[in-house]
Structures are given as structure tokens and as C-alpha cells.
């Protein structure tokens, strides 16, 4: 079955270590999407890529990094810099044809204590 | 840079109508989009504007008028179900053809 799957569901590290959240869709979209969600809030973008090997910063980059080695994968990192790090987290692909919306893999819930 | 305005808070009544609307500011457009997102849960996609007018889909409707950077979601025969959040969300701006950005979402209650 196509889809974009999260690993993990939940997450838990110690402050100060950086953690690698994965990101992989079967889809053969073009682009991928990683947002953060704090509760009762909406989606903030952190990054996002529009194609291989290139990606741009969203409204929260600060603290996290990304690649985009290959289609199928843009994992986020979320670094040590990140000063609340604790958060849902999802990420997301979609096509460039008109109509089709992003779809969003499961989440991971990060929790930094 | 872009900009996206709905309502925080909604209570409608089941079997009933509700109107969630959307203001947007944006450079650029590629689109806009519902989503539903149920408490902890993925944002689910409901529906696609790019042109002027109503796209319909079963109890869902979706408008968009570009001019005035306007939208509105309609769901119609409100069901218990229909609890959750709703996110506009806009495709497009400076970012690129594909930067999608999306409001903050609003919390739709629905009542027996």
C-alpha cells in the first residue's frame, strides 16, 4: 500500500541530545513537508523540500536540520539548539498536480525531558 | 510573506449547518485546502480550491474567492463525529510553488 510512514509514534530523550525523527512515503511525491503542532495549536512548517538534494527553511527552522538525499526520505533533525523541543511532530508529501492535497503520516510525539 | 485567519473556537448542533470561514494573505497562490484533525491524531484531507466557486463533496462544501483572499468550509447534516478541528491552508507564496502553510485551526463542538 502507498502512504508516508513516522517512526516512532512517541519519543523520549534527554535534554541536550540531538534526536533524528524518519520520514518515508512510497508515493513518489516531489515534495515533503515537516511540521510542528503544540497542543491546541496549528501546524508551524519547519522545513520543507520541493525536490531532491534542495529544501528550504519554514517559519521555525531554528534548531532543526534536515536532508533530502533521496525521494522517498526527508528526515528531521531536531538539534540540541532547539530550545523546546517537546512537540508533535509531522511530516507530509505531496504532488505538484493541481487537486491533490498533502497527505500527513501518523506523527511523532517528541518529548524531551 | 503569508497570512491565514480562522475562527479559534465553533458550537454547532447535530443535524445542523456550519460555516468555518478562512481569510488568507499571501504573494503567491497555488491553491487552498481543508483539513480535519481529530484530537492527536494526522490532519485528514477534505477538500481543494484553486478556482473561484463551491467544490461540493457529499456533506462537504469548500468556496474560494481569490480576489478577496477569502474561503469557507460548509458542512451540512452535522454529525457528533464532526468534532474536531478544522485547518485552512494555503499552497504557494514567496517560498516556492509548493510551501503550503496553514492557519492556526478551528475547534468545531458539535452538540446532541
Known amino acids: 500500500d502507498g502512504g508516508i510512514t513516522q517512526s516512532p509514534k512517541y519519543l523520549f530523550r534527554k535534554e541536550g541530545q540531538n534526536v533524528t525523527l524518519s520520514c518515508e512515503q512510497n508515493l513518489n511525491h516531489d515534495a515533503m513537508y515537516w511540521y510542528r503542532q503544540d497542543p491546541g495549536q496549528g501546524l508551524r512548517l519547519i522545513y520543507y523540500s520541493q525536490i531532491v538534494n534542495d529544501f528550504q527553511k519554514g517559519d521555525i527552522a531554528e534548531g532543526y536540520s534536515v536532508s533530502r538525499e533521496k525521494k522517498e526520505s526527508f528526515p528531521l533533525t531536531v538539534t540540541s539548539a532547539q530550545k523546546n523541543p517537546t512537540a508533535f511532530y509531522l511530516c507530509?508529501?505531496?504532488?505538484?498536480?493541481?487537486?491533490?492535497?498533502?497527505?500527513f503520516g501518523q506523527g511523532t510525539r517528541l518529548t524531551v525531558v | 510573506g503569508q497570512n491565514i485567519d480562522q475562527p479559534t473556537e465553533m458550537t454547532a448542533t447535530e443535524g445542523a449547518i456550519v460555516q468555518i470561514n478562512c481569510t488568507y494573505q499571501t504573494s503567491g497562490f497555488n491553491g487552498l485546502f481543508w483539513y480535519q484533525q481529530h484530537a492527536g491524531e494526522a490532519p485528514t484531507f477534505l477538500s481543494y480550491n484553486v478556482l473561484d466557486g463551491l467544490e461540493e463533496k457529499g456533506r462537504f462544501s469548500s468556496f474560494l474567492s481569490r480576489s478577496k483572499g477569502y474561503s469557507y468550509l460548509l458542512l451540512k447534516e452535522l454529525q457528533m463525529k464532526d468534532s474536531a478541528s478544522y485547518l485552512c491552508?494555503?499552497?504557494?507564496?514567496?517560498?516556492?510553488?509548493?510551501?503550503?502553510?496553514f492557519g492556526a485551526g478551528t475547534r468545531l463542538a458539535v452538540h446532541p
Open positions: 507530509a508529501s505531496s504532488t505538484s498536480h493541481q487537486g491533490q492535497g498533502a497527505f
Open positions: 491552508a494555503v499552497r504557494g507564496g514567496s517560498g516556492g510553488y509548493n510551501k503550503l502553510i
